[in-house]
C-alpha cells in the first residue's frame, strides 16, 4: 500500500482536494502536530498523532463554505479550542449538525470519544 505526505505549511485548494478525496475513496489517514511547545495555538498537544475520520464541507447562513476535517485523538480527549471546537456555537445549527458525518456530534462526542472537528485553514 503507498503511503503518501504532505505538509501544510501552504493551505490550498490542492491539500483539501487530496485530504477529501481521499476519503470520498476510504482510504486510511493519518495527521500529525508538529510546533516546538508543549500545545500548539489551538490547545493539540504537540508531536502527537491523529486519526483523520472524514473530511467534509458544509454551508454557513452568509453562504461561505467551511471545509472542514474530522479528528480523532487516540488519548480518546481532546483540548482542541479552536474554530469549530466543540464549543463552537456553530454547533447549535441543526441543519448544520446534521452535514457531520458518521453520525458524530461535535459537542458530546469531543468529550467521549476524542473526536474534534478542524476548519482545513487551521488543519
Given at each position: 500500500m503507498p503511503v503518501f505526505s504532505y505538509a501544510t505549511s501552504t493551505i490550498n485548494s490542492t491539500f483539501w482536494s487530496v485530504i477529501y478525496t481521499a476519503d470520498q475513496n476510504n482510504f486510511i489517514m493519518g495527521a500529525h502536530v508538529f510546533c516546538s511547545t508543549s500545545y500548539n495555538t489551538c490547545n493539540l498537544p504537540c508531536n502527537h498523532a491523529y486519526s483523520v475520520l472524514a473530511a467534509f464541507n458544509f454551508t454557513v447562513s452568509n453562504g461561505t463554505i467551511i471545509q472542514a476535517v474530522m479528528a480523532r485523538n487516540p488519548?480518546?480527549?481532546?483540548?482542541?479550542?479552536?474554530?469549530?471546537?466543540?464549543?463552537?456555537?456553530?454547533?447549535?445549527?441543526?441543519?448544520?449538525?446534521?452535514?457531520?458525518?458518521?453520525?458524530?456530534?461535535?459537542?458530546?462526542?469531543?468529550?467521549?470519544?476524542?473526536?474534534?472537528?478542524v476548519p482545513i485553514t487551521s488543519f
Open positions: 488519548w480518546g480527549t481532546v483540548g482542541y479550542t479552536g474554530s469549530l471546537s466543540s464549543k463552537d456555537t456553530i454547533w447549535t445549527n441543526s441543519t448544520i449538525l446534521s452535514k457531520v458525518p458518521l453520525g458524530v456530534n461535535p459537542i458530546t462526542d469531543a468529550a467521549s470519544y476524542g473526536i474534534f472537528i
